[in-house]
């Protein structure tokens, strides 16, 4: 059964004859026909055993795809316990704040750096992937930036400003620093549009930092998430299944998805289509901004059916693995907490190959490792099951399939791997040409 109920030909006939009412397209998305030409997109759910609905544009301005990434958006605020028509309002009203303290400021010749930031940040909203990379960003700059400069005025915010902000963490949180560093620079640039600062940005890199800041490419080598070794997996997987709680059955599931922690954690049950083996997760959910199909091994499966026996809720919207409080989702740390617990009592047992505790986002790489060392499926095959995007562009208008059915057969297999008890003496194809 399609996922998706309407097509942007029949959409376009239903508003082009004008007849009033609503027609369904899945999960909560409506398109409301109010008379020839004219109509909106509304998004349908029920939050605390309450039903509400939520615009999410006009036919003329939101296209069919970018309403169901709208809807798929609210429905993950509803997984969280989080009203979208409140979440909305508070981002409005925290716009409108921004602004007027933008032109407060403004007339009186002194816009602080933090204000140019909140101001850029409440203008660009709608360009985020998601809530958590707002935050993320503003948060990275609460953090290193408002305490060192985010009083003065954004206007008199020179070099030796962005240096003191970015050196106590250049080479200790590469990343990080290198993230803080470009919304700075964009910062600058924003409040430069707005006629807030004049002259050269400060915090450009190319021709400027460059010359005063070593290459973290070149000083800093790359932690890569700790992974088990993929041929002591099987025996893990004997021991989670013995773990009880939420926690561990989403660990499993993510395992042998081989997917992210907040694709599980976010996951619905109208998202699980039980007849076809797969679950789809919404662009809006997806790092990549893809929507992206899991085919589902019958090993994936028997941890569905052990959760679907705890269902309270028979809501598309529900959470598959929810958190202990009701419509929240589990935390980013509980899947972590687990495999803390299985290490408990003695040397840890689940680490990897330098003795540091395995991680859960380590398993992608364990899979990966995996398909490598034993499977006969081109990468890109496994770049798809990893959901990784294709960065080059001309190999990615080419590719535009998703592989699904080369995918199936190598998520079945990586789901018996993980049931199968592997013998102590495996040697892997890496090993072996080593």
């Known amino acids: 059964m399609p996922k ?11 508003v082009k004859a004008g007849k009033k009412g609503r027609t369904g397209d899945g999960e909560g998305l409506w398109l409301d026909v109010r ?29 069919l795809a970018n309403a169901r990434d709208k809807a798929a958006a609210s429905r993950a605020l509803v997984g969280t316990g989080t009203d979208p028509i409140a979440h909305k309002a508070a981002e409005a009203q925290a716009r409108i704040a921004a602004e007027e303290a933008a032109k407060a400021e403004a007339s009186a010749g002194m816009v602080t750096f933090k204000i140019a930031a909140e101001s850029r940040i409440a203008a660009k909203e709608a360009e985020y992937s ?41 080479l200790t949180k590469p990343e990080t620093a290198t993230r803080v560093r470009q919304r700075i620079e964009v910062v600058l640039d924003y409040a430069g549009t707005r006629n807030w600062r004049s002259g050269a940005n400060p915090a450009v890199w190319r021709g400027n930092l460059s010359h005063l800041l070593p290459s973290t490419k070149k000083t800093v080598r790359v932690r890569h998430h700790p992974a088990l070794p993929w041929s002591l997996l099987p025996s893990m997987m004997v021991a989670l299944k013995e773990v009880p709680g939420m926690g561990a059955l989403a660990l499993r599931f993510a395992i042998l998805t081989a997917a992210r922690s907040g694709e599980v954690r976010g996951a619905t049950w109208g998202e699980i289509n039980i007849d076809g083996a797969v679950w789809t997760i919404a662009a809006a959910r997806m790092k990549a901004g893809r929507e992206h199909r899991v085919p589902l091994s019958a090993e994936a499966f028997s941890v569905l059916a052990q959760v679907r026996l705890l269902r309270v809720s028979e809501n598309r919207d529900a959470l598959v693995f929810p958190g202990s409080k009701l419509g929240r989702s589990l935390s980013d740390m509980t899947l972590a907490a687990v495999i803390k617990r299985l290490n408990q009592g003695g040397e840890p047992r689940w680490v990897d190959e330098s003795g540091e505790a395995v991680v859960p986002h ?17 990468s890109e095959v496994v770049e798809k099951a990893l959901a990784h995007a294709i960065t080059n562009a001309v190999e990615a208008a080419y590719r535009r399939g998703d592989l699904f059915e080369r995918r199936a057969t190598l998520m079945a297999a990586w789901g018996q791997f993980c049931s199968t008890q592997a013998p102590s003496n495996v040697t892997t194809l890496r090993k072996a040409s080593g």
């Not at 290193?144 to 962005?162: A, L, M, S, W």
Request: one cysteine or more; a positive charge; charged letters at 25%.
């Open 130 to 170: 998601n809530a958590k990379h707002r935050q993320q960003w503003r948060n990275s700059l609460v953090s290193y930036v408002y305490p060192v400069f985010g009083d003065k005025p954004v206007n008199d915010v020179d070099r030796d400003d962005v240096l003191r902000a970015l050196q106590p963490i250049w």
């Open 35 to 63: 008379a020839p030409g004219r109509a909106a997109w509304v998004f349908r759910y029920t939050l605390r055993g309450e039903p509400h609905e939520i615009g999410l544009g006009g036919y003329s301005d939101v296209s």
């Open 362 to 378: 380590g398993f992608r790489s364990c899979f990966r490792d995996w398909c490598s060392d034993t499977r006969p499926e081109p």
């Open 4 to 14: 998706h109920k309407l097509s942007h030909l029949t959409a376009a006939n239903l």
